[in-house]
């Protein structure tokens, strides 16, 4: 079992900026996925970032150029900084977690922490 705890949200102006990070406890193991993904009012959960154990990333095209995703290992922890945020960026953002052991997948998520892009 892994725990996910989420943190670094609130509201913000559009072009400004925001740091989320997510810590992960429990049974994490080393070869593993981290990511980000958001929840609109009315839309469906969406990954928009991830990061492997080697650090390779993959973005949504919508977050490209403007967020990065980022993480320790020796925290077990993921930072997603968020740059030129717009106010459609406006969610719920989720950690997510997917845990590679030889006899399985496990994914998990976090409670989610708001953020909010006003005009």
């Known amino acids: 079992q892994v725990q996910l705890v989420e943190s670094g949200g609130g509201l913000v102006q559009a072009g400004e900026s925001l740091r989320l990070s997510c810590a992960a406890s429990?049974?994490?193991?080393?070869?593993?996925?981290f990511g980000w993904a958001r929840q609109a009012p009315g839309k469906q959960r969406d990954l928009v970032a991830t990061?492997?154990?080697?650090?390779?990333?993959n973005y949504v095209d919508f977050v490209k150029g403007r967020f990065t995703i980022s993480r320790d290992n020796a925290k077990n922890t993921v930072y997603l900084q968020m740059n030129s945020l717009k106010p459609e960026d406006t969610a719920v953002y989720f950690c997510?977690?997917?845990?590679?052991?030889?006899?399985?997948?496990?994914?998990?998520w976090g409670q989610g922490t708001q953020v909010t892009v006003s005009s």
């Open positions: 990061t492997d154990s080697d650090g390779n990333t």
């Open positions: 997510y977690y997917k845990a590679v052991r030889s006899w399985a997948r496990y994914e998990y």
């Open positions: 429990g049974s994490t193991v080393s070869i593993n996925v």
